[in-house]
């Protein structure tokens, strides 16, 4: 599963499938009883794909997939990699946390210039959380590396429920 931008923490891809979204979908259904590797939901037209508790960890990585009709014969499956919700969360409370932090010390750093007062604390604190989100975004990054083995195990497995047919993936 290449990945045409190593930037992304949350990998996308599409998959043309010549088939209905009813069989498709229909298929992940049939999936979650004949095997136990992965838990399977299904939500309307969306399939999400993750491991058991007994097999997950922190970084473990879930897939979402979306299963839109094109026409009577086809239809285009979207699909996104990421972390358990509530790690995602955690990561962008943090990432919000550290904005508004930055922005805080940003307009403490602008009182004490205007009023000639002495900002040197307010800009160094200004750098510690550029620091910070520079070491958000790596540790994102390891945790997606860490996860590439089981990103590629439900990749697969996706593969296998879809299978067979002429199917066209294009990652994004």
């Known amino acids: 599963m290449p990945l045409s931008n190593d930037i992304v923490l949350r990998p996308r891809f599409k998959i043309e499938i010549p088939r209905t979204n009813a069989s498709v979908l229909e298929d992940f259904e049939k999936s979650k ?6 838990i399977v939901s299904r939500v309307d037209d969306h399939v999400f794909i993750k491991f058991p508790k007994r097999k997950q960890h922190f970084w473990s990585p879930q ?6 009709e094109i026409d009577q014969n086809s239809c285009l499956l979207h699909g ?10 955690l990561f962008m409370f943090l990432h919000f946390l550290v ?3 930055f922005i805080a010390f940003a307009v403490w750093a602008y009182t004490n210039w205007t ?4 900002y040197a604390i307010q800009i160094s604190l200004m750098l510690l959380m550029v620091v910070f989100w520079f070491g958000l975004y790596f540790t994102g990054r390891i945790g997606r590396a860490s996860g ?25």
């Open 148 to 172: 590439k083995n089981e990103m590629q195990e439900l990749h697969n497995f996706m593969l296998n429920v879809v299978e067979g047919e002429n199917t066209k993936t294009s990652f994004l």
């Open 80 to 89: 996104l990699f990421g972390p358990n919700p509530t790690v995602w969360t």
């Open 63 to 68: 897939l979402h997939l979306e299963i839109n």
């Open 99 to 101: 904005a508004g932090l």
């Open 33 to 38: 009883t004949v095997q136990s590797d992965f």
């Open 115 to 118: 009023l000639n007062n002495s």
